[in-house]
């Protein structure tokens, strides 16, 4: 059969992102030497990683079909209540991180039971967290900027075999996230239920539950990045995270995580989430206007989209349903006159 | 012999037609059961009620000797079924192995986490393809493998979950010879294991050689259930058919011109259909009769302009087409009524009086604005739902979704009258309405013909061709096997060219 | 014998009739009447009102008697009703043929801006010297029309009309014609202008706005005094708008609007598209042109929005329309319309549009945080979507009985 013959056209459709990951890599170590150093590398993936760990997040929600824009007033929340703690009562770096992800984990939950419970669409759902997250958020900090304690920058410089933490917190995620998706039970039903709800619960797959926990997933890893990110700027201010829930969802986007369901991994996001940083460092070495930048990432995630549908429309060719067999099945011809 | 499936006088109705009356069936274990009968004759729906798809209005299924009443797909899959549809129930995206296992993983602990125990699943997964005879590896994708090998992995699943009924419907539409032939020897293994087995197919040969005792099922009811070996093909095919009623259908009130409207000259795309060739004069009814799958619909919407085609070219009236496009079509007077009015006919949710406007929307427009005489537009959507006797509330409130299935063909046509189109394709405009609502659709298709229109009438019921049409094409696997004058038409011998039997002269 | 014959079994008697028969789904009138109420046309009207009455009953300090009930605020309600109006009418027409516009947040911005470069007379050099158009389009006596003034307004309310359009017409087109999702076109679109705003001013603000600008966004066309008929000289701030510019504007568009779904084959046709998309076609829709003039409206209505808001508020603001998107699909969804598409009005909007300034301003006038507000507003939002579903949920068991 030729559709198992190398396409270079299809290759490139396959493999658009890592092409365009590596052509952006390599166009900025041209242009600007300093790019391609060891230290610029690891700084520009530290900037990623609190990125990547809701774009991981965030995949888990996009492969069931459904969206989660609420992830940034989360990040934001979480980091609220656990800075509060951390100040007021002086709670130490690990147990605040718990608290953080308690709320996180709790703030998904309420997104999972309006979705599942109450039926109502995930896009309305965390439309309205994510100005209420926000709302409560500032309201509990009464619009006062929260300065965090010094062991907080300390945890967030830290490092473990000269990995710096929100490297190695965001590698871990990428890792778990990996092992859940691809190894456990509940990973490959997340993907039946994104590629066909009806035969899944047809396969007797409890797609509620199945369904609940992606928001429960994607609450946790929004959690997590506050804590990573409030980790490095020290502070918790009003526009914390704000409008992160888009960088999530292209950076999964770019990974090769479709919107509609059922396609998509961890890796690509992590992929994903690099080089819209790697993008943004780019451009701050090449002394791009500040402004630019988005225009830029915005650029990227056109072509992307746009390979992507490309791919789509391929494929789609291909999937044709056919009524003759293609192979000739038998030598009757019918009889004519 | 006890029954492992013992069906009791089970009804069931659909907005008061029953589509399954009164049907009491046995399987036992160790037995192959063929199910016959014509489209519509209610197969699917009693299978359905087997499989938790639907549940019965009366009457009472026993299963392994229990009362068995599933309520969803769900809980007949874990009381021992499986169903393996005709469109198939697999992940697309996911491997062959995870499809098979995806309720109940094997795993094992790893700390918090409950990992796939993937060597086991792959283990288990080899054993069972090994047992349908498939040797692919167990984490190819399904996205990546044939029709055929799908249908086998759905049979492995099965073979998984133990189950001791195994029904197929229809399958074998899909796959090439060989693969037919390996599921037939994959099947007579599992009989021998003792399981149950029921076989739907339009093969009937393959039924023959198949089963142990055969079903034949028409209009809803049980027709018979005897042993297979009480059968040969004729006799099936004449108790499938039945008595004809005459008074089912309409008197033809004109005879058909020489004109050719519809010229279709060599059409012919890869895989889909093949060198299709005829012509639809003015006035004529040409029926189109083929089996679910022989490529009717296919070759429909390629004429329309929705699909495209490789070869072979359409002349409408002495014209041929250049573009092919739905709204190409429209302007030169074609209209389609397609196969299934939920998703491609009626827009549901919207008015009746919206619905009869759509196609001739434009017609009704005033200056360059577009805006709409609503009063025109009104009187003509009244007047085509008049002429149908479409039986309504007000139709501008009404939504579509409130009228019978009768009427809402009727909507349908109505919409495509107000276009003013001379030819008609007609895709199963019968299905799923009761039989005074299809004497009423018959009695249009006759006056549409008889004012100069060409009709054709694509079903996949026999009776209402024969009953109806100026001459019949039969289609099989996606070309034109037969065709038969009205004078020559034999329910017997159409059913045979569509089935493909040997001894047919087609006209 | 494993075989049985349908003749060995008597047949019972038909049970086919009686399965219809469903028991009692009259008999309730009381439901009957929540029923009919939730699934009304003028619900949200009805929610309206009856949450002006509430509020005036319960809190009487901000009630009728306090600021709620004052001339002066109801008159300064209308005027924050207009512009959410106009853009909420764009959304509407997306949502019913079953798109999204992410966007209009950003066209809001970017024509704010490209407005204000075209109309600014005069501008301090120590802000924009870095704009990347600083001595070409903007110069310290104004923008691109400095030199014919007569022309500015004009030419720029029409240049802002024509961008939003514009943009509206690449996101329809990269819809239709490239198969992306709705979604991830318009996300891509809203990220883009944004930021182009913003760098075209380097985020500051162009001020310097034609008089004649200003008074679409706030001047009287009809004005009303309430006090006493003794004083001969009336305060300006006792003068009560009543019908102003952006009242005509923005009725004009909903009036545009309402005649563009309800009386023409192309209202028609969108019900269509959103209902069926597929039948739509098959019955000679041009989708794709439908779909791409959607979002091309979509885009005028934010523009429209832009001018009253900057000819308000005296501005070009690169960061107009910023976290506007809640209150504008907000407004859309508690006014009735649906985010699944062939489902949606312009009457809805308009009642779901004053239920939620009104909403605002009870909030405001009971000195509530502006965070609990938002908070407040989003559960109300998320209330309307579930009122939706349990209305669907009705309908659809309706249709069962």
Known sequence: MNARRWNPLQFVLNNSTLILFALVFIGFSLSSPRFFTVENVINFVKQASFTGIIAVGMTFVLLTAGIDLSVGSNMYLSAVVSGLLMRTMGLEVLPALLVALATGTLFGAINAFFIVNLRIIPFMVTLSTLVIGRGIGTALTESQQIDLPQRMATFGQGQLAGIPMPILLFALVVLVAYFILTRTPFGRQVYAVGNDVEAAKKAGINTDRVIFMVYLVSGFCAALAGFVLASQVIRVDRSFAEGREFDAIAASVLGGTSLFGGVGNVYGAMVGAVLIQMVQTGLQFNQVNLYLQPMVRAFIIFITVFFDSLRETTQARLKRRFIRPVENREASTPART | ?507 | MSVTTPSSSPPPPALSGLALAQPGAAGRPRLAFWRRLLLSDYFVLYLTVFLFVSAAIIFPRIGLAGTLGLPTNISNQFLNMWPLLAVALGQTFVLIIGGIDLSQGSVMAITSVIGAMVMSTTLDPAMFDKSPVWGSILTAEGGLLRASPELAVPLGVLAMLLVGAGIGFLNGFAITKFRIAPFMVTLVTMTFFSAFALWLTQSRNISGLPEEFLRLGTGDIISVYLGPKLEAQIARRDILPAIAYPTVIALGLALLAQVLLKNTVFGRQMFAIGTNRRAAQISGVPADRVVILVYMFSGFCAAVSSILYSARLGIGQPSLGNNLMLDIIGAAVIGGTSLFGGKGSIKGTLFGVAFFVLLLNMLNAARLSPFIIDAVKGGVILLAAFLDVARARLTSREQHA
Not at chain 2, 11 to 21: I, M, S
Not at chain 2, 189 to 200: E, F, T, V
């Open chain 2, 1 to 507: 012999m006890s029954a492992i499936l013992d069906i009791q006088s089970i009804t069931k109705t659909f907005f008061g037609v029953p589509a399954v009356k009164e049907v009491s069936l046995r399987v036992a274990a160790g037995q192959i059961v063929g199910l016959i009968g014509q489209n519509g004759a209610g197969k699917s729906t009693l299978m359905n009620l087997i499989g938790g798809v639907v549940q019965a209005d009366s009457g009472a299924m026993l299963f392994q000797g229990r009362p068995y009443a599933p309520r969803n797909p769900a809980e007949a899959y874990r009381a021992g079924i499986a169903f393996i549809h005709q469109e198939l129930n697999l992940f697309t995206n996911l491997s062959i192995a995870e499809n098979i296992f995806i309720d109940a993983f094997p795993a094992r602990r790893l700390g918090p986490l409950r990992l796939v125990d993937r060597a086991d699943v792959s283990r288990q997964t080899k054993a069972l393809l090994a047992q349908v005879g498939l040797d692919l590896s167990p984490s190819l994708t399904i996205d990546r493998i044939s029709p055929g090998e799908r249908q086998l992995v759905e049979i492995a699943r099965a073979l998984h979950m133990d189950a001791s009924l195994i029904i197929l419907d229809e399958p074998t539409t899909s796959l090439t010879a060989r693969e037919t032939e390996k599921l037939f020897a994959i099947m007579r293994q599992l009989q021998a294991q003792g399981k149950a087995l029921i076989y739907i197919s339009h093969i009937l040969n393959d039924v023959l050689a198949l089963a142990d005792s055969i079903a034949i099922l028409r209009d809803g009811r049980l027709v018979t259930q005897e042993p297979a070996s009480a059968f040969d093909v004729s006799r099936m095919i004449a108790l499938m058919v039945g008595r004809s009623i005459d008074s089912l259908y309409p008197p033809r009130t004109a005879a058909p011109a020489a004109t050719p409207l519809l010229e279709v000259q060599g059409l012919s795309a890869k895989g889909i259909v093949e060198n299709i060739q005829f012509t639809l004069r003015q006035g004529e009814v040409l029926g189109l009769f083929g089996l679910m799958g022989s490529g009717r619909t296919e070759l429909a919407r390629m004429l329309f302009g929705m699909d495209s085609f490789e070869q072979g070219s359409i002349v409408i009236k002495g014209q041929r087409l250049t573009r092919h496009s739905p709204r190409e079509s429209i302007r030169r007077h074609i209209a389609f009524v397609t196969e299934n009015r939920r998703e491609e006919g009626l827009l549901m949710n919207i008015n009746i009086a919206d619905n009869i406007a759509l196609v001739a929307l434009p017609e009704f427009a005033r200056t360059t604005l577009q805006v709409l005489d609503q009063g025109r537009m009104m009187s003509a959507a009244r007047s085509a739902a008049g002429v149908l006797q479409l039986k309504s509330g007000d139709i501008t409130q009404q939504p579509a979704r409130s009228l019978s299935g009768g009427n809402q063909q009727k909507v349908v046509i109505a919409r495509w009258l107000l276009a003013e189109p001379s030819i008609f394709i007609m895709d199963e405009p019968t299905r799923g309405i009761d039989v005074g609502a299809k004497y009423e659709i018959y009695s249009i298709i006759d006056a549409l013909a008889a004012q100069g229109s060409a009709i054709l009438f694509i079903s996949s019921e026999l009776e209402e061709l024969t009953g109806m049409c100026d001459r019949i094409l039969v289609m099989s696997r996606g070309e034109i096997y037969g065709e038969f004058a009205r004078s020559n038409f034999h329910a017997e011998n159409i059913l045979r060219a569509a089935f493909r039997e040997e001894g047919v002269k087609p006209a």
